[in-house]
Antibody
Framework: QVQLVESGGGVVQPGRSLRLSCAAS????????MHWVRQAPGKGLEWVAD????????YYAESVKGRFTISRDNSKNTVYLQMNSLRAEDMAIYYC??????????????WGQGTLVTVSS | QSALTQPASVSGSPGQSITISCTGT?????????VSWYQHHPGKAPKLMIY???KRPSGVSNRFSGSKSGNTASLTISGLQAEDEGAYYC???????????FGGGTKLTVL
């Protein structure tokens, strides 16, 4: 069955960097777009970034544009989120989610359990 | 503040029906038939319940239905069951500049 397992979360100081990973299994990873979605404490869901099935297109929420970078390695069935210049408002549970299609459908049909990023000095 | 407006909470008794609204603008909900709904139980992965306004993914109960009128989308759950309790989020495509926007979420309590 489809599984998405995030890792890499933790406590980081403001201004520092962190890289999240999401290992996928149970489906042909290279055929699907992948997203990162986050949920700040006590808040709702917020879409963060998207990468197409082949990595050819990447899109970001305005709140993270220029600071976060999404990438993927189809040989390792893994999607990454490089987060630089972290701010207090980036503190959240970060979920990776599969696109219902190649990356441009923006429906998230499978999600991981999430990894917590805490930004604190 | 979320771009899409949902009620903070709704409640209903087992067997009843409830409807959760999701109000946006002509730039998102009203402009595209690309609305989806997600169920989220605390500590678990969110689950896609509805996409393309009213389509159900395989495995989702037909007690869940979606609709849209103008700038407002709705999720209706009929025959409420205890397991339906949790948070529900609407989501809409919002054009090439914003791409995707979520609602603030609605907590459903089954009395």
């Amino acid at each position: 069955q489809v599984q998405l397992v995030e890792s890499g979360g933790g406590v980081v100081q403001p201004g520092r960097s962190l890289r999240l990973s999401c290992a996928a299994s149970g489906f042909t990873f290279s055929r699907y777009g992948m997203h990162w979605v986050r949920q700040a404490p006590g808040k709702g869901l917020e879409w963060v970034a998207d990468i197409w099935y082949d990595g050819s297109n990447k899109y970001y929420a305005e709140s993270v544009k220029g600071r976060f970078t999404i990438s993927r390695d189809n040989s390792k069935n893994t999607v990454y989120l490089q987060m630089n210049s972290l701010r207090a408002e980036d503190m959240a549970i970060y979920y990776c989610a599969r696109d219902l299609g190649p990356g441009n459908v923006f429906y998230f049909d499978y999600w991981g359990q999430g990894t917590l990023v805490t930004v604190s000095s | 503040q979320s771009a899409l407006t949902q009620p903070a909470s709704v409640s209903g008794s087992p067997g009843q029906s409830i409807t959760i609204s999701c109000t946006g603008t002509s730039s998102d909900v009203g402009g595209y038939d690309y609305v989806s709904w997600y169920q989220h139980h605390p500590g678990k992965a969110p689950k896609l319940m509805i996409y393309d306004v009213s389509k159900r993914p395989s495995g989702v109960s037909n007690r869940f239905s979606g609709s849209k009128s103008g700038n407002t989308a709705s999720l209706t759950i009929s025959g409420l069951q205890a397991e339906d309790e949790g948070a529900y989020y609407c989501c809409s495509y919002a054009g090439i500049s914003s791409l995707v926007t979520f609602g603030g979420g609605t907590k459903l309590t089954v009395l």
